[in-house]
C-alpha cells in the first residue's frame, strides 16, 4: 500500500517519483537531440549550435557574454560555435553602434530558416509520438502542459539552490 498524506513515506514517495519524472523529461530531452535532423545544405549541427542559434533567433543582438549566461556555456566555447555558425552563413556579428567595443549577433535569413527547419523537424517527431498515445495519455500530457512549461521557466533562472 502506498504512502498518504500525513504518512511519514509520503516525502520519500515524493521524491522518488520527482527524480522519476525528472529523469523521464531528461530522456524525453535526449531523444530529441539526437534527432537533430542534418540539413543539406549545410550538414550537420552540434546541439550547442542548435541551441546558440535558436537563442540568437529568440534574442537578436544579443552580445557573446549574454548568449553565454543564457545558455550556460564558457564565453570562449560561445564564440568558437558563433565562428562555426558564422562559417555555415546563419549568423552574424556587427559592432554596436552605442559603443564599438560591444559585437552583437544576428541571425541572418538563412540562419532564420535553419532554426525553422530544425524546430519544425523536432516539433514533427514529437507530435507525431504524442498521436501514437492512447486518448487518456494525450489528455494527460495536455493537462500538465502548464506545470512543464512553469518548469522550463524556472530551469531559464540561473541554478535553484535548496
Known amino acids: 500500500m502506498g504512502a498518504t498524506a500525513g504518512d511519514p513515506q ?18 524525453i530531452a535526449w531523444a530529441i537531440h539526437r534527432r537533430a535532423p542534418e540539413r543539406a545544405d549545410v550538414g550537420p549541427i552540434p546541439t550547442t549550435e542548435i541551441a546558440l542559434l535558436k537563442q540568437v533567433v529568440d ?8 548568449l553565454a549566461r543564457a545558455l550556460g556555456l564558457q564565453q570562449s566555447n560561445t564564440s568558437a560555435a558563433l565562428r562555426s555558425l558564422g562559417d555555415r552563413g546563419l549568423v552574424e556579428r556587427a559592432t554596436s553602434a552605442e559603443d564599438r567595443r560591444v559585437v552583437r549577433v544576428w541571425a541572418t535569413p538563412n540562419g532564420v530558416a535553419e532554426h525553422e527547419a530544425i524546430a519544425e523537424a523536432w516539433t514533427t517527431d514529437v507530435v507525431r509520438a504524442i498521436g501514437a498515445l ?18 522550463r521557466e524556472l530551469l531559464r533562472q540561473p541554478p535553484l539552490v535548496g
Do not use: K, W
Not at 534574442?59 to 549574454?66: A, L
Not at 492512447?134 to 518548469?151: C, F, G, K, Q, T
Open 134 to 151: 492512447p486518448a487518456d495519455e494525450r489528455e494527460a500530457l495536455e493537462s500538465v502542459a502548464p506545470a512543464l512549461a512553469h518548469v
Open 59 to 66: 534574442v537578436p543582438g544579443s552580445t557573446v557574454g549574454e
Open 10 to 27: 509520503a516525502p520519500a514517495l515524493e521524491d522518488a517519483v520527482q527524480q522519476r519524472l525528472a529523469m523521464t523529461l531528461r530522456e
